[in-house]
């Protein structure tokens, strides 16, 4: 494939060109680092129209990155990709910034530990998740702050 030969993945190439599909509002608020490539990217392969778009840009530009990010997982919700459980994939994906070295740095640990376990980052993230609510409504402090 010629960009195979270019140094280009297929499937990098095919990333980019969906993100170009984004609508203006979702363009302008990746080129200015409001949001990552990554979630950019989920954005685009959740198929939105243009007003779903720009009202994610909206949210990311205004209430900034957590409130577009919560709002990004709550679309994607039963829309989870390859067996993932609906949500996990967006909430594993989302809540590390790879720009902060503390967050590359746990992702890592999360990563390194998954695999020890045979398993993908999202499936033991979400064994993590279940384990710790179970374990919190077991003894009843679901609710409590602390």
Known sequence: MLCQNEGIAPSTLS????????????????KRGIVSFRDALAVARLGLDEADQNRLAAIAG????????KELARLMEGRGKRGIPAG???????IFDKRSEEDARIFE??????RQRGM??????KQIIVEHVKEAMESGSEGKEG
């Open 15 to 30: 990333e980019y060109l969906k993100v170009l599909e984004l609508s203006e509002a979702m363009q302008s608020v990746l």
């Open 62 to 69: 205004s209430e900034g990155l957590d409130a577009f990010k």
């Open 88 to 94: 996990v994939y967006a909430v594993v994906r989302s």
């Open 109 to 114: 640990g999360l990563r390194s530990l998954a």
């Open 120 to 125: 993908e980052v999202s499936e033991y993230a």
